[in-house]
Protein backbone atom coordinates (compact mmCIF):
# COMPACT_ATOMS: atom_id res chain seq x y z
CA UNK A 1 0.00 0.00 0.00
CA UNK A 2 2.79 2.10 0.70
CA UNK A 3 5.20 2.36 -2.16
CA UNK A 4 7.37 5.20 -3.93
CA UNK A 5 6.80 7.43 -6.70
CA UNK A 6 7.92 8.60 -10.10
CA UNK A 7 8.85 12.00 -11.05
CA UNK A 8 9.62 13.80 -7.48
CA UNK A 9 9.01 17.84 -8.02
CA UNK A 10 9.99 20.79 -5.43
CA UNK A 11 7.52 23.64 -5.65
CA UNK A 12 4.23 24.69 -4.15
CA UNK A 13 0.84 22.94 -5.20
CA UNK A 14 -2.36 24.52 -4.21
CA UNK A 15 -6.32 22.79 -3.84
CA UNK A 16 -8.90 22.92 -1.34
CA UNK A 17 -8.26 24.33 2.58
CA UNK A 18 -10.18 21.37 3.90
CA UNK A 19 -8.78 21.38 7.61
CA UNK A 20 -7.13 24.54 9.46
CA UNK A 21 -3.99 24.41 10.70
CA UNK A 22 -0.22 23.99 9.63
CA UNK A 23 1.29 20.42 9.52
CA UNK A 24 5.04 19.51 8.53
CA UNK A 25 6.17 15.68 8.45
CA UNK A 26 7.32 13.05 6.00
CA UNK A 27 5.12 12.22 3.04
CA UNK A 28 3.65 8.32 3.63
CA UNK A 29 2.31 7.76 0.25
CA UNK A 30 -0.80 5.62 0.17
CA UNK A 31 -1.47 4.20 -3.38
CA UNK A 32 -4.48 1.55 -4.34
CA UNK A 33 -3.47 -2.46 -4.25
CA UNK A 34 -2.71 -3.92 -7.46
CA UNK A 35 -5.32 -7.48 -6.73
CA UNK A 36 -4.29 -10.12 -8.85
CA UNK A 37 -7.30 -12.97 -8.95
CA UNK A 38 -9.27 -15.61 -10.94
CA UNK A 39 -11.81 -13.53 -13.48
CA UNK A 40 -13.69 -16.67 -13.87
CA UNK A 41 -15.22 -18.96 -11.73
CA UNK A 42 -13.25 -22.11 -10.33
CA UNK A 43 -15.54 -23.53 -8.34
CA UNK A 44 -18.78 -24.50 -8.69
CA UNK A 45 -21.86 -21.87 -8.12
CA UNK A 46 -22.75 -22.39 -4.54
CA UNK A 47 -18.83 -22.21 -3.38
CA UNK A 48 -18.28 -18.81 -5.40
CA UNK A 49 -21.73 -17.30 -3.86
CA UNK A 50 -21.11 -18.69 -0.45
CA UNK A 51 -17.51 -17.00 -0.45
CA UNK A 52 -19.08 -13.86 -1.31
CA UNK A 53 -22.20 -14.09 0.89
CA UNK A 54 -19.32 -15.20 3.81
CA UNK A 55 -16.95 -12.08 2.81
CA UNK A 56 -20.46 -9.86 3.73
CA UNK A 57 -20.96 -11.12 6.95
CA UNK A 58 -17.15 -10.92 7.90
CA UNK A 59 -17.34 -7.39 6.52
CA UNK A 60 -20.26 -6.93 8.43
CA UNK A 61 -18.98 -8.19 11.98
CA UNK A 62 -15.99 -5.87 11.43
CA UNK A 63 -17.63 -3.08 10.50
CA UNK A 64 -20.38 -3.15 13.98
CA UNK A 65 -17.04 -4.18 16.16
CA UNK A 66 -14.84 -1.30 14.91
CA UNK A 67 -17.58 1.45 15.12
CA UNK A 68 -18.56 0.34 18.43
CA UNK A 69 -15.65 0.16 20.05
CA UNK A 70 -15.14 2.69 23.70
CA UNK A 71 -12.92 5.26 21.68
CA UNK A 72 -14.45 5.48 18.80
CA UNK A 73 -13.58 7.52 16.21
CA UNK A 74 -15.58 10.44 14.39
CA UNK A 75 -14.79 8.29 11.10
CA UNK A 76 -16.93 5.69 12.46
CA UNK A 77 -20.22 6.63 11.34
CA UNK A 78 -19.24 7.10 8.48
CA UNK A 79 -17.55 3.73 7.69
CA UNK A 80 -20.59 2.20 9.15
CA UNK A 81 -22.73 3.88 6.71
CA UNK A 82 -21.66 0.81 4.71
CA UNK A 83 -23.46 -1.28 6.36
CA UNK A 84 -26.54 -1.00 4.53
CA UNK A 85 -24.28 -0.88 1.48
CA UNK A 86 -23.61 -4.59 2.27
CA UNK A 87 -27.08 -5.27 3.29
CA UNK A 88 -28.50 -3.90 -0.23
CA UNK A 89 -30.13 -6.19 -1.88
CA UNK A 90 -29.66 -4.57 -5.45
CA UNK A 91 -26.16 -4.75 -5.26
CA UNK A 92 -26.29 -8.31 -3.61
CA UNK A 93 -28.58 -9.47 -6.53
CA UNK A 94 -26.31 -8.27 -9.12
CA UNK A 95 -23.30 -10.08 -7.77
CA UNK A 96 -24.98 -13.19 -6.86
CA UNK A 97 -26.30 -13.15 -10.76
CA UNK A 98 -22.72 -12.45 -12.56
CA UNK A 99 -21.73 -15.43 -10.07
CA UNK A 100 -24.45 -17.63 -11.49
CA UNK A 101 -22.94 -16.30 -14.97
CA UNK A 102 -19.64 -17.70 -14.58
CA UNK A 103 -17.81 -15.06 -12.79
CA UNK A 104 -15.85 -15.96 -9.43
CA UNK A 105 -16.68 -13.81 -6.42
CA UNK A 106 -13.57 -11.06 -6.57
CA UNK A 107 -15.09 -10.31 -10.79
CA UNK A 108 -18.40 -10.35 -9.21
CA UNK A 109 -18.02 -7.34 -7.09
CA UNK A 110 -15.37 -5.58 -8.68
CA UNK A 111 -17.86 -5.40 -11.62
CA UNK A 112 -21.16 -4.78 -9.68
CA UNK A 113 -19.33 -1.93 -7.40
CA UNK A 114 -17.70 -0.18 -10.87
CA UNK A 115 -21.67 -0.49 -12.24
CA UNK A 116 -22.69 1.45 -9.72
CA UNK A 117 -19.75 3.85 -9.39
CA UNK A 118 -19.73 4.68 -12.66
CA UNK A 119 -24.10 5.33 -12.66
CA UNK A 120 -23.50 7.39 -9.26
CA UNK A 121 -20.52 9.17 -10.76
CA UNK A 122 -22.70 10.27 -13.98
CA UNK A 123 -25.94 11.48 -11.50
CA UNK A 124 -26.20 14.77 -11.26
CA UNK A 125 -26.84 14.58 -7.40
CA UNK A 126 -23.52 15.57 -5.39
CA UNK A 127 -24.89 13.20 -2.13
CA UNK A 128 -24.52 10.07 -4.99
CA UNK A 129 -21.33 11.15 -6.29
CA UNK A 130 -19.83 11.34 -2.41
CA UNK A 131 -21.28 7.82 -2.17
CA UNK A 132 -18.71 6.36 -4.87
CA UNK A 133 -16.09 6.95 -2.24
CA UNK A 134 -18.30 4.17 -0.25
CA UNK A 135 -18.32 2.37 -2.76
CA UNK A 136 -14.48 2.14 -4.02
CA UNK A 137 -13.31 1.50 -0.29
CA UNK A 138 -16.09 -1.29 0.26
CA UNK A 139 -14.55 -2.59 -3.52
CA UNK A 140 -11.36 -2.92 -1.65
CA UNK A 141 -12.06 -3.94 1.62
CA UNK A 142 -13.90 -6.97 -0.03
CA UNK A 143 -11.20 -7.89 -2.14
CA UNK A 144 -8.81 -8.06 0.94
CA UNK A 145 -11.26 -10.13 2.61
CA UNK A 146 -11.81 -12.37 -1.08
CA UNK A 147 -8.02 -12.67 -1.37
CA UNK A 148 -6.61 -13.65 2.37
CA UNK A 149 -4.39 -10.55 1.96
CA UNK A 150 -4.04 -7.91 5.07
CA UNK A 151 -5.41 -3.88 4.31
CA UNK A 152 -2.94 -1.38 5.25
CA UNK A 153 -1.99 -0.57 8.33
CA UNK A 154 -2.25 3.22 9.66
CA UNK A 155 -1.92 2.34 13.59
CA UNK A 156 2.15 2.22 13.55
CA UNK A 157 2.74 5.70 11.26
CA UNK A 158 6.05 7.12 12.41
CA UNK A 159 5.80 10.23 14.07
CA UNK A 160 5.11 13.38 11.96
CA UNK A 161 3.80 11.70 8.74
CA UNK A 162 1.95 13.30 6.11
CA UNK A 163 -0.60 11.46 4.62
CA UNK A 164 -0.46 11.90 0.70
CA UNK A 165 -3.12 9.94 -1.32
CA UNK A 166 -5.23 9.61 -4.29
CA UNK A 167 -8.31 9.30 -2.03
CA UNK A 168 -8.25 8.65 1.69
CA UNK A 169 -11.31 6.08 2.94
CA UNK A 170 -13.39 6.30 6.23
CA UNK A 171 -11.94 2.46 6.50
CA UNK A 172 -8.00 3.21 5.92
CA UNK A 173 -8.58 6.13 9.04
CA UNK A 174 -10.59 3.95 11.42
CA UNK A 175 -7.37 2.22 12.99
CA UNK A 176 -5.21 5.58 12.16
CA UNK A 177 -3.38 6.90 14.51
CA UNK A 178 -4.21 10.50 14.56
CA UNK A 179 -1.40 11.72 16.68
CA UNK A 180 1.54 10.64 14.23
CA UNK A 181 -0.26 11.92 11.44
CA UNK A 182 0.39 15.56 11.00
CA UNK A 183 -1.17 16.34 7.82
CA UNK A 184 -3.43 14.72 5.27
CA UNK A 185 -3.48 15.41 1.20
CA UNK A 186 -5.27 13.87 -1.33
CA UNK A 187 -5.85 14.18 -5.13
CA UNK A 188 -9.90 14.19 -4.77
CA UNK A 189 -12.49 15.60 -2.56
CA UNK A 190 -14.26 18.65 -1.93
CA UNK A 191 -14.69 20.59 1.21
CA UNK A 192 -17.62 18.44 2.11
CA UNK A 193 -16.36 15.35 1.05
CA UNK A 194 -15.50 12.10 3.82
CA UNK A 195 -11.69 13.32 4.04
CA UNK A 196 -12.87 16.52 4.84
CA UNK A 197 -15.23 16.08 7.38
CA UNK A 198 -12.72 13.16 8.97
CA UNK A 199 -10.01 15.63 8.65
CA UNK A 200 -11.44 18.61 10.67
CA UNK A 201 -12.98 16.10 13.21
CA UNK A 202 -9.50 14.86 14.07
CA UNK A 203 -8.19 18.31 13.70
CA UNK A 204 -5.36 17.43 11.47
CA UNK A 205 -4.30 19.90 8.94
CA UNK A 206 -5.52 19.19 5.40
CA UNK A 207 -5.19 19.78 2.02
CA UNK A 208 -7.62 18.22 -0.99
CA UNK A 209 -8.32 17.68 -4.98
CA UNK A 210 -4.46 18.76 -4.90
CA UNK A 211 -3.83 17.74 -8.93
CA UNK A 212 -1.55 14.38 -9.12
CA UNK A 213 -0.06 14.96 -6.32
CA UNK A 214 1.22 11.82 -5.49
CA UNK A 215 2.97 11.88 -8.55
CA UNK A 216 5.58 14.91 -7.65
CA UNK A 217 5.74 13.23 -4.34
CA UNK A 218 8.30 10.48 -3.30
CA UNK A 219 8.45 8.52 -0.16
CA UNK A 220 9.85 10.31 3.29
CA UNK A 221 9.92 13.84 1.42
CA UNK A 222 10.21 16.75 3.77
CA UNK A 223 6.34 18.04 3.17
CA UNK A 224 4.44 21.83 4.62
CA UNK A 225 0.51 21.08 4.61
CA UNK A 226 -0.89 24.57 4.71
CA UNK A 227 -4.72 23.65 5.98
CA UNK A 228 -5.92 27.40 6.10
CA UNK A 229 -4.71 28.39 2.77
CA UNK A 230 -5.00 25.63 0.66
CA UNK A 231 -1.64 24.74 0.03
CA UNK A 232 1.52 22.09 -0.06
CA UNK A 233 4.80 22.77 -0.49
CA UNK A 234 7.53 20.02 -1.37
CA UNK A 235 10.98 19.43 -0.42
CA UNK A 236 10.50 23.54 1.56
CA UNK A 237 14.39 25.20 1.71
CA UNK A 238 15.18 25.70 4.96
CA UNK A 239 13.77 28.89 5.41
CA UNK A 240 10.74 28.63 4.30
CA UNK A 241 10.65 25.17 6.81
CA UNK A 242 11.42 27.12 9.41
CA UNK A 243 8.86 29.74 9.14
CA UNK A 244 6.31 27.76 8.63
CA UNK A 245 7.22 25.82 11.70
CA UNK A 246 7.15 29.24 13.75
CA UNK A 247 3.78 29.84 12.16
CA UNK A 248 2.67 26.33 13.03
CA UNK A 249 3.65 27.06 16.40
CA UNK A 250 1.95 30.18 16.79
CA UNK A 251 -1.58 28.26 15.55
CA UNK A 252 -0.73 25.51 17.97
CA UNK A 253 0.02 28.43 21.07
CA UNK A 254 -3.42 30.47 19.97
CA UNK A 255 -5.08 26.52 20.28
CA UNK A 256 -3.75 25.96 23.90
CA UNK A 257 -5.16 29.19 24.87
CA UNK A 258 -8.47 28.59 23.89
CA UNK A 259 -9.10 25.58 25.69
CA UNK A 260 -9.82 27.32 28.65
CA UNK A 261 -13.19 28.54 26.79
CA UNK A 262 -14.39 25.44 27.09
CA UNK A 263 -16.10 26.01 30.40
CA UNK A 264 -16.33 29.60 30.38
CA UNK A 265 -19.53 31.61 29.22
CA UNK A 266 -19.98 32.80 25.95
CA UNK A 267 -18.88 36.96 26.44
CA UNK A 268 -17.93 39.59 23.96
CA UNK A 269 -15.78 41.60 25.38
CA UNK A 270 -17.88 44.47 26.81
CA UNK A 271 -19.65 41.76 28.62
CA UNK A 272 -22.69 41.31 26.57
CA UNK A 273 -23.74 37.54 26.06
CA UNK A 274 -23.68 35.16 22.63
CA UNK A 275 -24.19 31.76 22.39
CA UNK A 276 -21.97 28.88 20.84
CA UNK A 277 -24.10 25.69 19.53
CA UNK A 278 -23.19 22.95 17.94
CA UNK A 279 -24.03 21.23 14.26
CA UNK A 280 -24.35 17.65 14.70
CA UNK A 281 -25.88 14.33 12.52
CA UNK A 282 -26.48 11.74 15.24
CA UNK A 283 -27.34 11.45 18.90
CA UNK A 284 -23.25 9.90 19.25
CA UNK A 285 -22.48 13.23 18.71
CA UNK A 286 -23.91 14.74 21.84
CA UNK A 287 -20.44 13.64 23.72
CA UNK A 288 -18.57 15.86 21.61
CA UNK A 289 -21.12 18.74 22.23
CA UNK A 290 -20.57 18.42 25.94
CA UNK A 291 -16.46 18.01 25.78
CA UNK A 292 -16.25 21.16 23.92
CA UNK A 293 -19.03 22.98 26.00
CA UNK A 294 -21.19 23.79 23.19
CA UNK A 295 -24.26 25.68 24.85
CA UNK A 296 -26.60 23.69 23.17
CA UNK A 297 -27.68 22.21 19.70
CA UNK A 298 -27.78 24.78 16.65
CA UNK A 299 -28.71 22.12 14.09
CA UNK A 300 -29.63 18.65 14.13
CA UNK A 301 -29.78 17.18 10.71
CA UNK A 302 -32.01 14.37 10.69
CA UNK A 303 -31.91 13.08 6.90
CA UNK A 304 -29.38 10.26 8.15
CA UNK A 305 -32.21 8.73 9.85
CA UNK A 306 -33.70 8.32 5.85
CA UNK A 307 -30.76 7.67 3.69
CA UNK A 308 -28.73 4.41 3.29
CA UNK A 309 -32.14 2.27 4.01
CA UNK A 310 -34.75 -0.25 2.16
CA UNK A 311 -37.60 1.54 4.92
CA UNK A 312 -38.74 4.60 6.01
CA UNK A 313 -38.13 5.21 9.41
CA UNK A 314 -41.35 4.62 11.92
CA UNK A 315 -42.63 7.19 14.09
CA UNK A 316 -41.59 4.99 17.54
CA UNK A 317 -37.60 5.18 15.81
CA UNK A 318 -37.82 8.89 15.32
CA UNK A 319 -39.23 9.88 18.70
CA UNK A 320 -36.03 7.81 20.45
CA UNK A 321 -33.36 9.45 18.34
CA UNK A 322 -35.17 12.90 18.74
CA UNK A 323 -35.54 11.74 22.70
CA UNK A 324 -31.86 10.31 23.19
CA UNK A 325 -30.72 13.87 21.47
CA UNK A 326 -32.89 16.30 23.55
CA UNK A 327 -32.30 14.62 27.04
CA UNK A 328 -28.28 14.18 26.40
CA UNK A 329 -28.15 17.82 25.60
CA UNK A 330 -28.03 21.08 28.17
CA UNK A 331 -29.66 23.93 26.46
CA UNK A 332 -31.70 24.62 23.20
CA UNK A 333 -31.66 21.76 20.26
CA UNK A 334 -32.73 22.85 17.10
CA UNK A 335 -33.96 20.20 14.76
CA UNK A 336 -34.16 20.50 11.05
CA UNK A 337 -36.88 18.65 9.44
CA UNK A 338 -35.92 16.53 6.76
CA UNK A 339 -33.67 18.48 3.99
CA UNK A 340 -33.37 16.01 1.17
CA UNK A 341 -32.93 16.00 -2.31
CA UNK A 342 -30.24 18.42 -4.23
CA UNK A 343 -26.91 16.86 -3.01
CA UNK A 344 -28.80 14.37 -0.86
CA UNK A 345 -30.91 11.08 -1.95
CA UNK A 346 -32.50 8.38 -0.40
CA UNK A 347 -34.05 5.43 -2.03
CA UNK A 348 -37.11 5.50 0.41
CA UNK A 349 -38.65 8.54 -0.89
CA UNK A 350 -38.47 8.15 -4.03
CA UNK A 351 -37.86 11.45 -5.30
CA UNK A 352 -38.45 11.94 -9.59
CA UNK A 353 -35.10 12.56 -11.33
CA UNK A 354 -34.78 16.03 -11.96
CA UNK A 355 -32.55 18.18 -14.61
CA UNK A 356 -31.31 20.47 -11.49
CA UNK A 357 -32.10 18.45 -7.95
CA UNK A 358 -30.97 22.21 -6.50
CA UNK A 359 -33.57 24.01 -7.54
CA UNK A 360 -35.95 21.62 -7.34
CA UNK A 361 -38.41 19.25 -5.06
CA UNK A 362 -36.16 19.36 -1.89
CA UNK A 363 -36.33 20.02 1.86
CA UNK A 364 -39.35 21.88 3.00
CA UNK A 365 -40.86 21.46 -0.81
CA UNK A 366 -40.67 17.62 -0.25
CA UNK A 367 -41.87 17.88 3.22
CA UNK A 368 -45.08 19.78 2.30
CA UNK A 369 -45.52 17.35 -0.98
CA UNK A 370 -45.48 14.34 1.02
CA UNK A 371 -47.64 15.24 4.10
CA UNK A 372 -47.78 11.62 4.79
CA UNK A 373 -44.30 11.42 5.37
CA UNK A 374 -43.99 14.76 6.92
CA UNK A 375 -46.90 14.07 9.52
CA UNK A 376 -44.62 11.61 10.90
CA UNK A 377 -41.88 13.60 11.69
CA UNK A 378 -44.13 16.35 13.16
CA UNK A 379 -45.53 13.45 15.54
CA UNK A 380 -42.15 12.25 16.57
CA UNK A 381 -40.62 15.98 16.88
CA UNK A 382 -43.95 17.09 19.30
CA UNK A 383 -43.50 13.35 21.42
CA UNK A 384 -40.13 14.12 21.87
CA UNK A 385 -40.49 17.51 22.77
CA UNK A 386 -41.18 16.77 26.77
CA UNK A 387 -37.16 15.42 26.60
CA UNK A 388 -35.72 19.11 26.58
CA UNK A 389 -35.35 22.31 24.72
CA UNK A 390 -37.00 21.65 21.54
CA UNK A 391 -36.77 24.14 18.84
CA UNK A 392 -38.10 22.93 14.85
CA UNK A 393 -36.33 24.28 12.20
CA UNK A 394 -37.40 23.72 8.45
CA UNK A 395 -35.18 23.94 5.68
CA UNK A 396 -34.98 26.16 2.27
CA UNK A 397 -37.85 28.23 3.41
CA UNK A 398 -38.77 30.77 0.30
CA UNK A 399 -42.08 32.07 1.45
CA UNK A 400 -44.86 32.67 4.30
CA UNK A 401 -47.34 29.80 2.48
CA UNK A 402 -44.61 27.66 3.69
CA UNK A 403 -43.84 28.25 7.30
CA UNK A 404 -47.88 29.04 7.60
CA UNK A 405 -48.61 25.61 6.31
CA UNK A 406 -46.52 23.60 8.77
CA UNK A 407 -48.21 25.68 11.19
CA UNK A 408 -51.21 24.41 10.72
CA UNK A 409 -50.13 20.59 10.32
CA UNK A 410 -48.58 20.82 13.94
CA UNK A 411 -51.35 22.24 15.61
CA UNK A 412 -53.29 19.49 13.57
CA UNK A 413 -51.39 16.44 15.11
CA UNK A 414 -51.24 18.56 18.60
CA UNK A 415 -54.71 18.01 18.14
CA UNK A 416 -54.21 14.65 17.53
CA UNK A 417 -51.92 13.46 20.10
CA UNK A 418 -54.28 15.65 23.08
CA UNK A 419 -57.11 12.92 21.88
CA UNK A 420 -54.56 10.01 22.18
CA UNK A 421 -53.48 11.31 25.67
CA UNK A 422 -49.42 11.66 24.83
CA UNK A 423 -47.73 14.38 26.29
CA UNK A 424 -45.97 17.11 24.23
CA UNK A 425 -44.62 20.58 24.95
CA UNK A 426 -46.75 23.64 24.63
CA UNK A 427 -45.56 26.67 22.03
CA UNK A 428 -42.35 25.13 20.03
CA UNK A 429 -40.45 27.71 18.49
CA UNK A 430 -40.54 27.25 14.63
CA UNK A 431 -37.86 28.79 12.81
CA UNK A 432 -36.54 28.62 9.04
CA UNK A 433 -33.28 28.44 7.59
CA UNK A 434 -32.23 31.34 5.46
CA UNK A 435 -30.11 29.95 2.96
CA UNK A 436 -31.90 31.40 -0.47
CA UNK A 437 -31.82 34.50 -2.00
CA UNK A 438 -35.51 34.67 -1.87
CA UNK A 439 -35.47 33.80 2.07
CA UNK A 440 -32.91 37.28 2.22
CA UNK A 441 -35.09 39.54 0.24
CA UNK A 442 -38.40 38.50 2.51
CA UNK A 443 -36.03 38.00 5.73
CA UNK A 444 -38.25 40.91 7.07
CA UNK A 445 -41.62 39.57 5.87
CA UNK A 446 -40.65 35.57 6.83
CA UNK A 447 -39.42 37.18 10.42
CA UNK A 448 -42.95 38.10 11.92
CA UNK A 449 -43.92 34.49 10.58
CA UNK A 450 -40.86 32.50 12.06
CA UNK A 451 -39.89 32.24 15.97
CA UNK A 452 -36.10 32.17 14.87
CA UNK A 453 -33.43 32.27 12.12
CA UNK A 454 -30.84 30.34 11.45
CA UNK A 455 -28.62 31.10 8.52
CA UNK A 456 -27.45 28.30 6.10
CA UNK A 457 -24.22 30.04 4.89
CA UNK A 458 -23.23 26.89 2.12
CA UNK A 459 -26.02 26.81 0.16
CA UNK A 460 -26.73 30.46 0.62
CA UNK A 461 -23.03 31.16 -0.56
CA UNK A 462 -23.81 28.97 -3.60
CA UNK A 463 -27.28 30.53 -4.33
CA UNK A 464 -26.34 33.81 -4.21
CA UNK A 465 -23.36 33.03 -6.09
CA UNK A 466 -24.83 30.63 -8.85
CA UNK A 467 -21.98 28.39 -8.18
CA UNK A 468 -22.45 24.99 -7.25
CA UNK A 469 -20.34 24.07 -3.99
CA UNK A 470 -19.57 20.68 -4.86
CA UNK A 471 -17.58 21.79 -8.35
CA UNK A 472 -14.13 22.56 -8.03
CA UNK A 473 -13.81 24.65 -10.84
CA UNK A 474 -15.52 27.21 -9.07
CA UNK A 475 -15.04 26.59 -5.42
CA UNK A 476 -13.11 30.30 -5.51
CA UNK A 477 -16.92 31.65 -5.73
CA UNK A 478 -17.91 29.94 -3.03
CA UNK A 479 -15.82 31.97 -0.48
CA UNK A 480 -17.27 33.45 2.73
CA UNK A 481 -15.71 36.80 1.58
CA UNK A 482 -18.05 37.57 -1.34
CA UNK A 483 -19.55 40.84 -0.67
CA UNK A 484 -22.98 39.60 -1.89
CA UNK A 485 -22.90 37.21 1.19
CA UNK A 486 -22.19 39.77 3.57
CA UNK A 487 -24.44 41.93 2.44
CA UNK A 488 -27.03 39.35 2.36
CA UNK A 489 -26.38 38.30 5.71
CA UNK A 490 -26.64 41.99 7.28
CA UNK A 491 -29.91 41.99 5.59
CA UNK A 492 -31.10 38.96 7.37
CA UNK A 493 -29.63 40.24 10.81
CA UNK A 494 -31.44 43.44 10.35
CA UNK A 495 -34.75 41.86 9.41
CA UNK A 496 -34.77 39.58 12.27
CA UNK A 497 -33.84 42.81 14.50
CA UNK A 498 -36.95 44.31 13.73
CA UNK A 499 -39.27 41.68 14.41
CA UNK A 500 -37.69 40.40 17.61
CA UNK A 501 -36.59 37.25 16.63
CA UNK A 502 -32.97 35.97 17.38
CA UNK A 503 -30.64 34.96 14.74
CA UNK A 504 -27.92 32.61 14.78
CA UNK A 505 -25.61 30.90 11.77
CA UNK A 506 -25.18 27.09 11.46
CA UNK A 507 -22.66 27.34 8.22
CA UNK A 508 -19.21 26.85 7.70
CA UNK A 509 -18.84 30.82 7.69
CA UNK A 510 -19.77 30.78 11.64
CA UNK A 511 -16.21 29.27 12.33
CA UNK A 512 -14.25 31.19 9.77
CA UNK A 513 -11.66 33.18 12.30
CA UNK A 514 -11.56 36.20 10.18
CA UNK A 515 -15.30 36.73 10.19
CA UNK A 516 -15.77 36.53 13.83
CA UNK A 517 -16.01 40.00 14.89
CA UNK A 518 -17.42 41.15 12.01
CA UNK A 519 -20.66 38.49 11.90
CA UNK A 520 -20.50 40.05 15.72
CA UNK A 521 -20.47 43.70 14.14
CA UNK A 522 -23.64 42.60 12.04
CA UNK A 523 -25.61 41.36 15.14
CA UNK A 524 -24.96 38.02 15.05
CA UNK A 525 -26.36 36.32 18.36
CA UNK A 526 -25.96 32.54 17.85
CA UNK A 527 -23.08 30.69 16.05
CA UNK A 528 -23.46 26.86 15.39
CA UNK A 529 -20.36 25.13 14.44
CA UNK A 530 -18.64 22.20 14.65
CA UNK A 531 -17.95 20.98 17.81
CA UNK A 532 -14.34 20.72 17.47
CA UNK A 533 -14.90 24.85 17.35
CA UNK A 534 -16.55 25.66 19.58
CA UNK A 535 -13.79 27.04 22.28
CA UNK A 536 -12.50 28.71 19.76
CA UNK A 537 -14.96 30.62 18.88
CA UNK A 538 -15.78 31.82 21.87
CA UNK A 539 -12.18 32.72 22.72
CA UNK A 540 -12.37 35.46 19.72
CA UNK A 541 -16.17 36.84 21.17
CA UNK A 542 -14.12 37.33 23.89
CA UNK A 543 -12.09 39.59 22.47
CA UNK A 544 -14.35 41.43 20.44
CA UNK A 545 -15.56 44.83 21.40
CA UNK A 546 -19.02 45.15 19.47
CA UNK A 547 -18.69 48.77 18.78
CA UNK A 548 -15.31 48.05 17.34
CA UNK A 549 -17.17 45.59 15.24
CA UNK A 550 -19.83 47.70 14.86
CA UNK A 551 -17.52 50.13 13.08
CA UNK A 552 -15.85 47.30 10.93
CA UNK A 553 -19.01 45.85 9.82
CA UNK A 554 -19.86 49.38 8.07
CA UNK A 555 -16.35 49.68 6.48
CA UNK A 556 -17.09 45.92 5.26
CA UNK A 557 -20.18 46.63 4.08
CA UNK A 558 -19.07 49.19 1.35
CA UNK A 559 -16.48 46.88 -0.55
CA UNK A 560 -16.75 45.63 -3.15
CA UNK A 561 -15.10 42.46 -4.25
CA UNK A 562 -13.55 39.33 -2.15
CA UNK A 563 -9.90 39.76 -2.33
CA UNK A 564 -10.94 43.68 -0.98
CA UNK A 565 -12.96 42.19 2.05
CA UNK A 566 -10.66 39.35 2.93
CA UNK A 567 -7.73 41.57 3.01
CA UNK A 568 -9.34 44.54 4.75
CA UNK A 569 -10.05 41.67 7.44
CA UNK A 570 -6.77 40.32 7.45
CA UNK A 571 -5.40 43.84 7.68
CA UNK A 572 -7.71 45.27 10.44
CA UNK A 573 -8.39 42.40 12.70
CA UNK A 574 -9.72 42.92 16.05
CA UNK A 575 -8.51 39.64 17.21
Not at 41 to 55: F, I, S, W
Not at 218 to 246: F, M
Not at 410 to 424: C, M, P, S, T, Y
Not at 569 to 574: C, E, I, P, Q
Request: charged share 30%.
Amino acid sequence: MMKGVHQAKTGTYTGIAASQGIGIGKAVILESEAFTYESKRTGDVETEQRRYLEAADKLIDQTEELTSEGDVKPEAGIVRAQIPLLRDPELKQVIMNLILEGSSAESAVVSACNAFIELFEASDDEMLKERTADLRDLKERFLYRLTGRKGPDLSDLPEGSVIVAGELTPSMTLRMNGKCVSGIVTECGGSTSHAAILSRAMEIPAVLSVPDITKFVKQGDLLIVDGSEGRVLVRPDESTAEDYSTRKEAYLEKKRLTEKYISLPTLCKDGSPRKVLCNIASPEDTAQVKAFGGEGVGLFRTEYLYMNRNDLPSEEEQTEVYRRVLSAVDGEVIIRTLDIGGDKAAKTLSIPEEANPFLGLRSIRYSLKRKDIFRVQLRALLRSSTEGQLKIMLPMVTCVEEIREVRTMIREEEEHLRQEGIAFAERIPLGIMVETPAAVLMADVLAREADFFSIGTNDLTQYLMSADRGNPEVDHLNSVFQPALIRGISSVIRGAKAAGIPVGMCGEAAAEELLTPLLAGLGLEEFSVNPVSVPLVRARLAQTDPKEAGQLAEKVLCLTSEAEVRDFLKTNSLL
